[in-house]
Nanobody, 123 residues
Framework: QLQLVESVGTLVQPGGSLTLSCVASGFTLDNYAVGWFRQAPGKEREGISC????????LYADSVKGRFTISRDNAKNTVNLQMNLMNPEDTAIYYC????????????????WGRGTQVTVSS
């Protein structure tokens, strides 16, 4: 069974950092692009970052560019999202998703989704 599981989210102080992990089971992530998405209360889901299967291509939404960094460790079947300089507008449920694409990635159209994890940024 193909499954993606996000690490447990937490409460973060404004200006703080958090790393989320997305671990795959039932398949290997090597040739899969992985995207991170988030949905804040009352807002549409937003694609914030993605990385290609070979790790050679990545994208960031303007809202997180310069603050968030996506990386992957195929040996551990894991993709990480390092989030720095967080602010209350980053409060949302964060999801990872995967689709087969060794070379490119995008911020829509993924086949496999995790269940999401809550991240709250507040003092």
């Amino acid at each position: 069974q193909l499954q993606l599981v996000e690490s447990v989210g937490t409460l973060v102080q404004p200006g703080g950092s958090l790393t989320l992990s997305c671990v795959a089971s039932g398949f290997t992530l090597d040739n899969y692009a992985v995207g991170w998405f988030r949905q804040a209360p009352g807002k549409e889901r937003e694609g914030i970052s993605c990385i290609s299967g070979n790790g050679g291509s990545s994208l960031y939404a303007d809202s997180v560019k310069g603050r968030f960094t996506i990386s992957r460790d195929n040996a551990k079947n894991t993709v990480n999202l390092q989030m720095n300089l967080m602010n209350p507008e980053d409060t949302a449920i964060y999801y990872c998703a995967a689709e087969w694409n060794p070379v490119h990635c995008g911020l829509r159209g993924y086949n496999y989704w995790g269940r999401g994890t809550q991240v709250t940024v507040s003092s």
